[in-house]
Structures are given as C-alpha cells and as structure tokens.
C-alpha cells in the first residue's frame, strides 16, 4: 500500500510514535480473562503485577507493550501460557 | 487520571502562571544593564513562590484524597514516558544555551543573558511536562 511506505517513514523521522491510536503489533485477552476471575479489577490486576492500574488499561487497549517481566507476570496471576494472553499480530 | 498525570497538570498551569507573570512583567527597558540583572534574579523570587505553593497545595491535596496512589513507584509505562518527556526537554536546552552563546558574543548581556537563560530553562520544562502529559493521554 502506498500509504503505509509514508506512514514507515514518518515513524522513522519524528522517532516517536506518531500513530494517533498508538497502537502496538500485540493483541490480548487480559479483559476476558479478568471477567473469568472473578471480575478482578484493572486496579486489583495491577496491584498483582506491581503496575498502576492506568499501565493495564493501557496494555489492555492495545495502547502499550509490557515488558517481557510483566507480560509473564500477567499470565502468571491468570495460570496461563504467555502466548494464551499475548498474541503478536505479524504484519 | 493518575496521582503522577494530575502533578503534572499542576506543575504545567504552575510554569505558565509563574513564567508568564516573569515576561510579562520584566523590565525589558533596562534588560540591558547591571540593574537589568539583578532585577531579572530578583523577580525569580516571586516566581519560585507562585510556582511552588500550587505545587506544593496540590501534590498535597491529591495525596490525601488518594494515598495509595501517592506511594506507589513510577511503574514501566511511567519511566517510559519520563524518558521520552526528559529526551525531548534536551533539544531545546541545548539551543537555548547556544542562543544565549550568540547574545553574548553580540553585546547582549546582563537581564537579557539571564533572561534567555530562564526562557531556554522554561521552554524545556513547558515541552518536558507537556509531552509527558500527552503521552499519559495517549496511553504510551
């Protein structure tokens, strides 16, 4: 797609995310998985994981990429495998 | 809104309030003169007063109506977004200080050094905290 060459290179030149969505190449199941227990909450989850409850909003919408440590944090409170709560979107 | 996000409303309306009264009050008729200097270092009296007591007041307020808030450490999402605020406060820093080189070579001094020293410093905070906020907006 023409646009996405434009799109790479306005990334590469401002060196900030210049996506208005800022979105990362990371899709999660955190809300779900949350709802399944016990309708923990962001604040309850963050409290588990040692991030403010802001830091998992912004994961769960897409908006952030944890680090490695908190991402197996994440799936360590929920008993599952790192790659049932991350899924990467490859281009 | 986070504890750390509603600081730095207060210290971006603090910086405005504070640096706007600085320039628009400073004597730039004598700028160039020894009384320009002392003037402009004086003035940085009140301004350090009407910048602190909102911080102070407010930092103050938001950690007694939050606490838990107020003692948590900066997690990864926030360093992050401190990095990034502090990386992009370099780049006018150093112009300003190569600015103020310039004046200097060129016959500016006393009040306007200071001057441009403090508007160099106030430029860097003002994109310092204002990116931070528009990163804690924005999620990262």
């Given at each position: 797609?023409?646009?996405?060459?434009?799109?790479?290179?306005s990334?590469?030149i401002?060196?900030?995310?210049t996506?208005?969505?800022?979105q990362?190449?990371f899709?999660?199941?955190i809300?779900?998985?949350?709802?399944?227990?016990g309708?923990?909450?962001?604040g309850d989850?963050g409290d588990?994981?040692?991030v403010?409850?802001?830091t998992?909003a912004?994961?769960?919408?897409?908006?952030y990429?944890?680090?490695?440590?908190?991402?197996f944090r994440i799936?360590h409170?929920?008993?599952?495998p790192?790659?049932?709560?991350?899924?990467w979107q490859r281009? | 809104m986070s504890?750390?996000?509603?600081?730095h409303?207060?210290a971006?309306?603090?910086?405005?309030s504070?640096?706007?009264?600085?320039?628009?009050?400073?004597?730039?008729?004598i700028?160039?003169?020894p009384k320009?200097?002392?003037?402009a270092?004086?003035?940085?009296l009140?301004?350090?007063?009407i910048?602190l007591?909102?911080m102070?007041?407010g930092?103050a307020f938001f950690?007694?109506r939050s606490?838990k808030?107020?003692d948590l450490k900066?997690?990864?999402?926030?360093?992050?977004?401190h990095?990034r605020?502090t990386?992009?406060a370099y780049?006018?820093?150093?112009i300003g200080?190569?600015?103020?080189?310039f004046?200097l070579?060129?016959?500016?001094?006393?009040?306007y050094?200071v001057?441009?020293?403090?508007a160099?410093?106030?430029i860097?905070?003002?994109?310092?905290v204002?990116?931070?906020?528009?990163?804690?907006?924005?999620?990262?």
């Amino acid at each position: 797609m023409p646009n996405s060459f434009a799109w790479d290179r306005s990334y590469i030149i401002i060196g900030v995310a210049t996506d208005p969505m800022a979105q990362t190449p990371f899709t999660n199941d955190i809300r779900t998985l949350r709802f399944l227990a016990g309708e923990m909450t962001q604040g309850d989850l963050g409290d588990k994981v040692g991030v403010t409850r802001q830091t998992i909003a912004a994961i769960e919408q897409g908006k952030y990429s944890p680090s490695l440590e908190v991402a197996f944090r994440i799936a360590h409170v929920f008993g599952k495998p790192l790659e049932e709560v991350f899924q990467w979107q490859r281009d | 809104m986070s504890f750390r996000e509603k600081i730095h409303w207060i210290a971006l309306v603090g910086l405005l309030s504070a640096f706007g009264w600085y320039f628009l009050n400073y004597p730039w008729e004598i700028a160039n003169s020894p009384k320009g200097m002392y003037t402009a270092v004086w003035m940085l009296l009140p301004v350090t007063i009407i910048f602190l007591v909102p911080m102070i007041a407010g930092a103050a307020f938001f950690a007694i109506r939050s606490p838990k808030e107020a003692d948590l450490k900066e997690d990864e999402r926030e360093k992050g977004i401190h990095l990034r605020g502090t990386h992009l406060a370099y780049y006018p820093l150093a112009i300003g200080v190569q600015l103020n080189i310039f004046v200097l070579i060129n016959g500016f001094n006393y009040g306007y050094a200071v001057t441009i020293l403090i508007a160099t410093l106030v430029i860097a905070e003002l994109i310092r905290v204002g990116s931070q906020l528009y990163y804690y907006r924005r999620g990262y």
